[in-house]
């Protein structure tokens, strides 16, 4: 299976200043028509997660474009432009590329 | 788009228990569905998948739960379902059934809270 490492667990911003989300997959996510099935998604405190980017850099409809998502080999990233109040939750990725689906630990992103 | 899980409930160990989620605005039948948990204070686990008619309504499951869980649909009546059989009590999470689009879940119901205990 392939493994999706986060980092850091938890991640205490400061408002208006950037974040970043790292997710390290066990071997590349790139499918063999090349597509890549890496997306983010966020979880407010008692909520449903909701989709923010998918296909590593895509970016839902309605998701403020202070999120965007990239990548570097099997190494992604989920950066926050300026964090706003309404960012902190848990924030997790999810590889779909090979079977089974897996999903990242998860990141705690709170205000300092 | 809507989806609206239910089902859950206290059940024993060794038990069964059968989810449903009731999907509204949008065309059920042309997506993939998948079945999502969370166990209490804990991250996320895919539990399994079903893809549409066209693709035969293939399924795949967790290595957890694969065995034990079906995933099913009725594409008359807009519906996914979650058989779960030989409950236990790493069992015990909130449910949520979600859309698939473009590779991953797009949209997410609220959850039905399943616990496993004696």
């Known amino acids: 299976d392939v493994v999706m490492t986060q980092s850091p667990l938890s991640l205490p911003v400061t408002l208006g200043q950037p974040a970043s989300i790292s997710c390290r997959s066990s071997q590349s996510l790139v499918r063999s028509d090349g597509s890549t099935f890496l997306s983010w998604f966020q979880q407010r405190p008692g909520q449903s997660p909701r989709r923010l980017i998918y296909k590593v850099s895509n970016r839902d409809s309605g998701v403020p474009d202070r999120f965007s998502g990239s990548a570097s080999g099997t190494e992604f990233t989920l950066t926050i432009n300026r964090v706003e109040a309404e960012d902190v939750g848990v924030y997790y990725c999810m590889q779909n590329s090979h079977w089974p689906l897996t999903i990242g630990g998860g990141t705690k992103v709170e205000i300092k | 788009v809507q989806l609206v899980e239910s089902g859950g409930g206290l059940v024993q160990p060794g038990g069964s228990l059968r989810l449903s989620c009731a999907a509204s605005?949008?065309?059920?039948?042309?997506?993939?569905m998948d079945w999502v948990r969370q166990a209490p204070g804990k991250g996320l686990e895919w539990v399994g998948r079903i893809r549409n008619k066209g693709d035969h309504y293939s399924t795949e499951y967790a290595a957890s739960v694969k065995g034990r869980f079906t995933v099913s649909r009725d594409d008359s009546e807009n519906l996914l379902f979650l058989q779960m059989n030989t409950l236990n009590s790493e069992d015990t999470a909130l449910y949520y059934c979600?859309?698939?689009?473009?590779?991953?879940?797009?949209?997410w119901g609220q959850g039905t809270l399943v616990t496993v205990s004696s």
């Open positions: 605005g949008f065309t059920f039948s042309d997506h993939y």
């Open positions: 979600s859309r698939d689009k473009d590779g991953a879940a797009d949209y």
